[in-house]
């Protein structure tokens, strides 16, 4: 807010009006590993400039604001909001805002030997590491799964993310990175008839609801390689494996409700961290709370699993 000066205005003198001195917005940034390998970053950006630099790794990044500028093998480029930056091992660029508002971004690093494992899983043939020669796309469905994929990998979110379902988009995005994005997209595999392998997946998910189980023992229990599994369970079911799972999970949970377990012993029972847990998903499939679900049951009926 302006202040007036104290003193007088003499005639045909203009008065001073004193101003406090405008902030700089704060740069921030936050760099955290998730696991061997795998590295992510964000960051909000006003003035800062990198020199240029590269990295041993894949970046893969995501504009959320404004926009960044910059230059790598004699190309210049911008990337703005909504829009995906790709980035190989040891590419030289430098960066900085292309916008008055700055840029914020997060990004994904993959060691090579991370990604090439993740994208061999996708292909039957040995096609070596992807190179993307164009460092910015459109791919808004993309762009919004690998900022979904970054929420479930920060460390407050850890105990409320199973390992299903992290494996399982982590190995979606490489997937679409590599075959949408690619010089040279690899080859895929075309689902068959995997039915009794299918069975045996979701006999393992109903014997294990209260467990922590990753697409690595599903994909063991199968043989099939888990881009593979991904692939022919969701075309079996129409879902990926990890939400079928969390929706077998709440369906036991609902039955145990209305068998008049208590609300801990029902999130215990099925895998979920905490009743907070159970509430959040419970109240994303029904509408309702645990709470209200039991609050609301018809205490005289008799008690039958639905």
């Not at 209200?292 to 639905?306: C, R, V």
Request: glycine content about 6%; charged content about 20%; some cysteine.
């Amino acid at each position: 807010m302006h202040q007036a000066p104290q003193h007088g205005r003499a005639a045909g003198r203009l008065s001073t009006v004193a101003t406090r001195p405008r902030k700089t917005a704060p740069e921030t940034a936050r760099h955290w590993r998730v696991a061997d390998g795998i590295d992510l970053f964000e960051a909000d950006y006003k003035h800062f400039t990198f020199p240029k630099h590269s990295h041993d790794y894949y970046a893969f990044g995501t504009i959320l604001n404004g926009a960044e500028r910059f230059m790598t093998h004699g190309t210049n480029y911008v990337a703005s909001r909504g829009q995906l930056l790709m980035m190989n091992p040891m590419q030289v660029h430098d960066g900085g805002p292309a916008s008055d508002d700055g840029y914020n971004y997060q990004i994904m690093f993959i060691a090579p030997e991370i990604f090439g494992n993740l994208v061999s899983e996708i292909s039957p043939k040995d096609v070596g590491l992807p190179f993307f020669g164009n460092c910015v796309a459109n791919d808004p469905d993309l762009h919004l799964q690998l900022q979904s994929l970054h929420r479930m990998f920060r460390p407050e979110f850890e105990q409320t993310t199973s390992l299903l379902e992290r494996d399982s988009q982590m190995l979606y995005s490489a997937a679409r990175l590599a075959l949408r994005h690619a010089d040279a997209p690899p080859y895929t595999y075309h689902p068959g008839s995997e039915d009794k392998r299918i069975k045996a997946v979701i006999d393992y998910m109903a014997a294990h609801l209260d467990a922590n189980i990753s697409l690595d023992e599903l994909a063991t229990l199968t043989g099939l390689s888990r881009f593979h599994l991904l692939r022919v369970f969701r075309a079996a079911t129409g879902l990926p494996p990890h939400a079928y799972f969390n929706h077998m999970r709440l369906r036991r949970a609902k039955r145990m409700l209305f068998d008049g377990s208590s609300i801990a012993d029902a999130a215990a029972a099925t895998g979920f961290s905490d009743q907070s847990h159970l509430n959040r998903h419970f109240k994303g499939m029904w509408g309702v709370s645990p709470g209200a679900f039991i609050a609301n049951l018809d205490q005289t009926s008799p008690k039958s699993p639905k």
